[in-house]
């Protein structure tokens, strides 16, 4: 738990938070509740044991999925940008690209993104594609793209990436 503190004051004391997701993110979980409705009346059919068994487990499903999309935040500081997520220890963590290992952070345009203010971002990694961070659902996200940019440029052209 104090380890999830610290990263948390890291991101908040030394990182500019960018962006976290949108309400569009939660449109999977309000669809498992609606789902998980009609399958929990179907268990009272069968067994108040089966209603509760179902209702358990929902609960901790959608529970768990709220909690991971609230756990995401994207964030810069002097050395690179940031990612951080997870709710359960052994998943919580940051990664990210350090400034000088950047290509470029872009977003998708599209009439979706444009109507629900919900964007997908992608910061590139200049080497590999395998440390791309791709995130969808993004509130913010062309700000935080034309921000990332922005810093990356400055900081090319005072030559602080050496």
């Known amino acids: 738990m104090e380890r999830l503190k610290e990263n948390e004051l890291s991101a908040a004391s030394h990182g500019i938070p960018l962006c976290r997701k949108a ?11 609606v789902v998980m409705t009609f399958v929990l009346r179907l268990a009272f059919n069968h067994s108040e044991l089966a209603a509760a ?16 999309i609230r756990s995401v935040q994207l964030y810069y500081d002097d050395v690179g ?39 997908k971002i992608r910061v590139a990694h200049r080497f590999t594609d395998a440390s791309h961070i791709v995130l969808s659902d993004m509130a ?8 990332i940019n ?13």
């Not at 068994?53 to 991971?68: E, F, P």
């Not at 922005?150 to 050496?162: T, V």
């Open 81 to 119: 940008v940031w990612l951080y997520s997870g709710v359960l220890p052994w998943q919580r963590g940051v990664r990210g690209i350090k400034w000088r290992d950047l290509d470029q952070a872009t977003y998708v345009q599209s009439f979706r993104s444009w109507l629900l203010r919900s964007w």
């Open 23 to 33: 309400w569009t993110a939660y449109i999977g979980c309000l669809l498992a509740a």
């Open 140 to 147: 913010r996200g062309r700000e935080a793209a034309a921000i």
């Open 53 to 68: 068994g179902v209702l358990a487990a929902s609960t901790l499903l959608i529970g768990y999925r709220v909690l991971l």
């Open 150 to 162: 922005e810093r990356h440029q400055q900081m090319l052209r005072n030559d602080q990436l050496a």
